[in-house]
């Protein structure tokens, strides 16, 4: 298999179904776990932390809260003492989550799941305060720690003409929100992705799927392949014959109600079936040798897995472990650098 190099990416959250997740069960059990197994392979990675969780558990102020801020506050500290990196990541619908009482949220109201459903002015006072409390947890471990990439929610990343003023005030050079062809219309956001650059990283100004050499940011899109039909009965069949390797271990879940549309049919749904998607290099979901198999026939030099603590399952570590053998691992930092010296 070609040696490949390898971006690992977490998106630092809960959930946003019907059941949120709990904050030890769906972020600090499944970090700890994958941290130690990132330290057997000597992988570093990056963790996208969704700020506004850790500001409305600290606004709830109830003991629970309280607890599940400091849960968190402590494990990104360890995080950073193990060497690996935590960055911006912003999910705006948290503005009207409804705390349940027992350490779960409500999010039924997705009115403000896109950052464009604000003006610029709360856009960029987001940015700031997001910033601000990542560096000053980070401050605490690492002296003088800038923020210096960025992941939308949703992978709903607006116009850089509406962010870049925020990046520019923030220290943020770089951006990883999307995915080369990916497109999803699903009631909450609009994202087309299909004709962005074929390149692992690339420039941009005004436009995050243009490149502009001289360009004040980088895009680097998490990576993507095809998934067919027969990849997945291949991966069907895993999960039949190791369904506890790939059961998950959190407390919550991804489904939520239907916002748009009827039910779909018979047929929509053998459409949906049989038609090959693209979707997200990560280590959940799939069976490990599948993965091992698209990592083969990808055709660039580097890969970026974006992956949940919360679809933490035994695959997962087992992935890692795989993909390790014939790898090498690096990090956004590096890519900055490279641009930079380019």
Request: net charge neutral; with cysteine; hydrophobic share 35%.
């Amino acid at each position: 298999m070609p040696r490949k190099k390898i971006i690992l990416s977490f998106d630092y959250e809960l959930f946003f179904g019907y059941k949120s997740g709990t904050v030890r069960k769906s972020l600090i059990e499944p970090t700890n776990k994958m941290l130690d197994a990132m330290d057997q392979v000597g992988a570093k990675a990056t963790y996208f932390v969704d700020y506004l969780m850790l500001k409305y558990l600290e606004k709830e102020n109830d003991k629970r809260c309280n607890s599940d801020l400091e849960l968190i506050k402590e494990q990104l500290s360890e995080i950073l003492r193990r060497g690996h990196r935590i960055e911006l990541h912003i999910h705006p619908h948290w503005i009207d989550a409804k705390y349940n009482g027992d350490g779960t949220w409500n999010f039924d109201d997705f009115s403000h799941y896109m950052l464009t459903s604000f003006s610029v002015g709360e856009i960029e006072n987001m940015f700031n305060e997001g910033t601000k409390i990542i560096n000053q947890i980070a401050r605490e471990v690492i002296p003088n720690y800038c923020v210096v990439a960025f992941r939308a929610g949703g992978w709903a990343l607006p116009e850089m003409d509406i962010v870049s003023s925020s990046f520019l005030r923030n220290n943020i050079k770089l951006d990883s929100s999307l995915g080369r062809g990916i497109f999803i219309n699903d009631g909450y956001r609009i994202i087309d992705c299909t004709k962005m650059p074929a390149k692992s990283y690339y420039r941009i100004s005004t436009n995050a799927l243009r490149e502009d050499v001289k360009g004040c940011f980088i895009e680097a899109p998490i990576s993507t392949f095809k998934y067919s039909f027969f990849d997945r009965l291949v991966n069907g069949v895993y999960r039949q014959f190791h369904k506890n390797e790939m059961k998950y271990q959190c407390d919550g879940t991804h489904a939520r109600k239907v916002v748009s549309g009827e039910t779909p049919g018979i047929m929509e749904k053998i459409k949906r079936v049989i038609s090959t998607k693209v979707n997200f290099y990560t280590l959940s979901h799939f069976s490990p040798l599948l993965l091992k198999n698209k990592f083969f026939h990808y055709d660039k030099d580097l890969v970026i897995i974006i992956d949940h603590p919360k679809d933490f399952s035994d695959s997962s570590i087992k992935t890692l472990l795989l993909i390790s053998k014939s790898n090498e691992f690096t990090t956004y930092e590096q890519i900055i650098n490279e641009s930079n010296n380019e």
